[in-house]
């Protein structure tokens, strides 16, 4: 099984409730190397609108390997790298420091 690493981007097949049908959608890394096959992702969405507080529009999204003008919304999921298609690119530095501060706030974190 493929490793992955903090702050690559992929390509992550979200269940739907039955979990039998998938749909495809980008998503951050955002957990260390763990000895564990799940990994914590934030998700990407190309609605650029309209974004809550720490929601925010990566600046480097074309060098990170995305095909459009992407957003990184609120939440943390836990997944297995099962559901990992692949890796497409890698979080631009000013983009890492973005996220992190987004990610202190959503968790209260000083």
């Known amino acids: 099984m493929p ?3 903090m702050n690559d981007i992929v390509l992550v097949r979200y269940p739907f409730s039955n979990l039998q049908v998938f749909k495809v959608r980008p998503a951050i ?3 260390a190397p763990h000895i ?3 990994v914590f992702i934030v998700p990407l969405t190309s609605q650029i609108t309209d974004l809550l507080p720490g929601e925010f529009v990566l600046e480097n999204w074309k060098q990170s390997g995305l095909n459009v003008a992407s ?4 939440g943390i999921y836990t997944i297995h790298q099962n559901l990992i298609l692949k890796k497409v690119g890698h979080l631009a530095q000013k ?6 501060v987004s990610l202190r706030s959503w968790l209260n974190l000083t």
């Open 29 to 31: 890394i955002v957990s």
């Open 3 to 5: 490793d992955y690493s």
């Open 95 to 100: 983009d890492q420091t973005t996220l992190i």
């Open 71 to 74: 957003a990184v919304k609120r």
């Open 36 to 38: 564990s096959q799940d």
